[in-house]
């Protein structure tokens, strides 16, 4: 499913305009990037959980040329499948 699936589907369902469904499915993305993006968790119940994970520097080696290289800190997306979610996937 993509997106725009997402947008249509929920247009049909609630009967409303495909650009109303639009603006609900981009502020809900937003409100979701915008909590990660500020080191918060979003925890969905039954389905999934997504978090933030700081990484430190670290000296690193490039495989092509085998030259030692400096990997700068960064932030890292987790997920994590709610246990519901893994169950239908499952057949349970």
Sequence with gaps: ?????L???????EG???KEAFEIVNMLFDGFTNTL?????????GFASFSVRKYR????????T???IEV????GLLF????????RVNGR
């Design 80 to 87: 994590k499948v709610g246990k519901e979610l893994k169950a």
């Design 37 to 45: 993006k500020d080191g918060g968790k979003i925890e969905i119940r």
């Design 72 to 75: 700068k800190p960064k932030r």
């Design 57 to 64: 520097a670290y000296k690193g080696r490039n495989p092509r």
């Design 7 to 13: 947008i249509e589907a929920l247009a049909n369902k």
């Design 66 to 68: 085998g030259k030692a």
């Design 16 to 18: 409303i305009k495909d």
């Design 1 to 5: 499913m993509t997106k725009s699936d």
